[in-house]
């Protein structure tokens, strides 16, 4: 499947797929790889791919009315444009678009243009930009749906989200985060709320601190599979969850944005590693 690999002049590597403008690989430059991709991944250039940012857009999660519609959108299936690949002498920055096709417009019948500028140095920053070129306000939901690379998930816990309102898609209905880091101890299916501030993925294991800073979205997920979802899911290996966690900069549930004709809405997530 077509690819692009970009290198920052530090040192940090980047893969990013035409198929969704899916980006399957950063590594900032003297860390580990920071996004995790299922070894059970199917590279069919139709299947969304396992791991690394799926583009969620114009819907997040299951079609609220239409069962029968992909999962989380049209946009993480089908090919993206190449707009541009420019490089300073601080980063690389390559830029995908799409405008949806008669089927996708079946499935969400609204024009617009979607614009994904991927920017790479020791950090990997994504803007995606949403533009309603048609002549009626529309609503969606979207994400960037980052999967990260644990040791275990087990061992790590995230800080920025204490004391906020979450719905969990597990036990079902609204809850109160505590004023402690978020650990993974079951099935974790989470959409904060109301969430504008940086994420830290600590993983003790890996000596590696993760921080995910965004704009433009006002929903945090937090998603981990465990153990009996992962085997019902056919691109997940059995045993891979202990080795992954989602913290995805999202604009869902009560959060969804409404855009007018002709403004547009940009979501950006920046992530980036340290040491510790
Ligand atoms: C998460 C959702 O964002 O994505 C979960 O909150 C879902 O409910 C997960 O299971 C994976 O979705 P998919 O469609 O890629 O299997």
């Given at each position: 499947?077509?690819?692009?690999?970009?290198?920052?002049?530090?040192?940090?590597?980047?893969?990013?797929?035409?198929?969704?403008?899916?980006?399957?690989?950063?590594?900032?430059?003297?860390?580990?790889?920071?996004?995790?991709?299922?070894?059970?991944?199917?590279?069919?250039?139709?299947?969304?791919?396992?791991?690394?940012?799926?583009?969620?857009?114009?819907?997040f999660g299951p079609h609220a009315e239409r069962s029968?519609?992909?999962?989380?959108?049209?946009?993480?299936?089908?090919?993206?444009?190449?707009?541009?690949?420019?490089?300073?002498?601080?980063?690389?920055?390559?830029?995908?678009?799409?405008?949806?096709?008669?089927?996708?417009?079946?499935?969400?019948?609204?024009?617009?243009?979607?614009?994904?500028?991927?920017?790479?140095?020791?950090?990997?920053?994504?803007?995606?930009?949403?533009?309603?070129?048609?002549?009626?306000?529309?609503?969606?939901?979207?994400?960037?749906?980052?999967?990260?690379?644990?040791?275990?998930?087990?061992?790590?816990?995230?800080?920025?989200?204490?004391?906020?309102?979450?719905?969990?898609?597990?036990?079902?209905?609204?809850?109160?985060?505590?004023?402690?880091?978020?650990?993974?101890?079951?099935e974790t299916d989470r959409v904060y709320q109301n969430?504008?501030?940086?994420?830290?993925?600590?993983?003790?294991?890996?000596?590696?601190?993760?921080?995910?800073?965004?704009?433009?979205?006002?929903?945090?997920?937090?998603?981990?599979?465990?153990?009996?979802?992962?085997?019902?899911?056919?691109?997940?290996?059995?045993?891979?969850?202990?080795?992954?966690?989602?913290?995805?900069?999202?604009?869902?549930?009560?959060?969804?944005?409404?855009?007018?004709?002709?403004?547009?809405?940009?979501?950006?997530?920046?992530?980036?590693?340290?040491?510790?």
């Amino acid at each position: 499947m077509p690819r692009l690999q970009l290198a920052s002049p530090d040192g940090s590597t980047a893969t990013v797929y035409q198929h969704g403008a899916h980006i399957s690989h950063f590594q900032p430059a003297g860390q580990s790889p920071v996004l995790w991709m299922s070894q059970s991944c199917v590279y069919d250039g139709k299947s969304p791919l396992r791991g690394g940012v799926p583009i969620c857009f114009p819907w997040f999660g299951p079609h609220a009315e239409r069962s029968e519609l992909p999962s989380h959108g049209y946009a993480r299936i089908r090919p993206w444009d190449v707009d541009s690949i420019t490089s300073t002498d601080t980063h690389t920055i390559a830029v995908f678009s799409m405008t949806p096709n008669d089927a996708e417009l079946e499935m969400f019948p609204n024009t617009c243009h979607v614009r994904l500028t991927v920017t790479l140095s020791s950090a990997l920053t994504m803007a995606l930009e949403i533009t309603n070129t048609s002549d009626s306000a529309f609503t969606i939901s979207t994400a960037l749906h980052s999967y990260f690379e644990v040791d275990d998930v087990k061992n790590v816990n995230i800080t920025g989200l204490e004391n906020t309102q979450y719905l969990s898609k597990v036990e079902g209905g609204t809850y109160t985060q505590d004023d402690q880091p978020i650990k993974f101890t079951r099935e974790t299916d989470r959409v904060y709320q109301n969430t504008t501030t940086t994420c830290l993925l600590h993983d003790p294991d890996k000596q590696r601190q993760i921080a995910i800073e965004k704009t433009g979205s006002k929903s945090t997920v937090v998603w981990n599979p465990w153990i009996e979802k992962s085997k019902n899911m056919p691109d997940f290996g059995d045993d891979e969850w202990p080795s992954m966690c989602c913290i995805e900069t999202a604009a869902a549930g009560p959060d969804a944005i409404t855009i007018e004709p002709g403004q547009a809405h940009t979501i950006t997530a920046k992530i980036s590693a340290q040491s510790t």
